[in-house]
């Protein structure tokens, strides 16, 4: 089912129309929002108040103060049902935004300064967006970002985009800042593994079930992805190309080209793939066939198949230099009903045929 996209209605006087533009446009690269700006400009015979009466309509409503917008007296009982009491009854967010030294009335909060229309604003404003309730909470002012964490927050947090830093440790301390700029953030460690582990490992992440191959895997999270404002961060330097996971739209991806998070996950499917990326495995052959064991049923339960049939090839592939005929039937057993459940037929056939003929246990004739 297709999720509704949320509306602003900005309320401004047609002297206040670029600022209202430039916030609708950063509003839009940076959020899943809908902004109503040729509604919000206050037309003759309106004022202020009767187009935030007008707004109400939206799920969200942003009035600009100005001095073209506001009378120079206005007492309290003259706004106070249009911007408390009437958006309190019917449950509508409002927020404030001053466009220049006016004198809007103290109480009416949240509000933002956005005279000469500051970066900083603009973030507190869109976080606002993202999360009304948030600006209930009091939080403890921050200074305006500089420097690298600066140009990083233009880069991919006003906007979709795709960047690479030197190491983790600026990663993470973007992501401490910018976290509420995104509807997610996701951070996949290299350390050896494959594209189809590590887009396994996306798939938990975000709570998607991935029962097809590797590509249709990743087409399926590519998909989902471009249409969701979420922060995938790629960490390490392996043998995948980090741009697998740009996936572009509104998504934004940060490559650390060194280091690693500070909590590493608990995974112990990770575990397992990293035990077999080695080249050649560090771990005894009955172990590493304990572990393979252990992925599979892992893997299969979580519904991660393409990681299941990975893990089983690179098996079979070792099996073969060990000259393990059981191993060699189990992996390949296990390999054909994947092929099977994928509908890849002709492939399942071939690998049975090689499986009954070469692996499986034959009975012995006696003359």
């Not at 000469?116 to 200074?143: N, T």
């Not at 910018?178 to 396994?200: I, K, N, Y």
């Not at 969701?228 to 697998?244: C, K, M, N, T």
């Not at 099996?319 to 002709?346: F, N, P, Y």
Request: hydrophobic share 40%; proline share 7%.
């Amino acid at each position: 089912m297709q999720t509704l996209i949320p509306t602003l209605f900005p309320c401004y006087a047609p002297a206040d129309r670029p600022i209202a533009e430039a916030v609708a446009a950063y509003l839009e690269r940076g959020t899943n929002l809908r902004v109503f700006l040729d509604e919000g400009d206050i037309q003759p015979g309106e004022n202020l108040l009767s187009k935030a009466r007008d707004a109400r309509q939206a799920d969200l409503v942003v009035v600009f103060f100005s001095r073209d917008s506001m009378p120079s007296r206005w007492a309290r009982a003259q706004w106070e049902d249009a911007l408390v009491n009437e958006p309190e009854a019917e449950g509508v967010k409002l927020a404030f935004v001053r466009c220049d030294d006016c004198n809007p009335p103290a109480v009416l909060k949240p509000r933002f300064e956005l005279a000469g229309v500051p970066l900083k604003s603009l973030r507190d404003l869109k976080r606002w967006v993202r999360d009304p309730e948030s600006a209930l909470i009091p939080v403890a002012p921050k200074p305006p970002l500089e420097g690298e964490l600066e140009i990083l927050a233009i880069a991919l947090a006003d906007r979709p985009g795709v960047e690479t830093v030197p190491d983790f440790s600026l990663a993470a301390k973007f992501i401490e800042e910018c976290r509420r700029d995104f509807d997610g953030v996701f951070v996949l460690e290299q350390d050896g593994r494959s594209a189809t582990a590590l887009a396994g490992d996306l798939g938990m992440q975000i709570g998607m079930t991935l029962l097809d191959d590797a590509e249709i895997n990743h087409d399926r999270i590519r998909q989902f992805c471009a249409t969701r404002r979420f922060l995938i961060v790629v960490a390490g330097i392996g043998p995948v190309d980090p741009q697998e996971f740009a996936f572009g739209g509104r998504c934004s991806t940060l490559i650390a080209m060194a280091g690693a998070p500070a909590e590493t996950s608990s995974d112990p499917i990770r575990a397992i793939q990293r035990a077999f990326s080695c080249s050649p495995p560090t771990v005894e052959w009955q172990d590493l066939c304990s572990m393979a064991r252990t992925g599979r049923r892992l893997t299969r339960d979580q519904g991660r198949i393409a990681e299941c049939y990975e893990l089983m090839e690179r098996w079979h592939a070792l099996a073969e230099q060990h000259e393990d005929r059981k191993v060699l039937d189990e992996s390949a057993r296990e390999m054909v009903w994947i092929l099977e459940a994928w509908g890849r037929d002709h492939e399942a056939l071939a690998l049975h045929q090689r499986r009954a003929t070469e692996f499986d246990d034959q009975m012995h004739l006696l003359f």
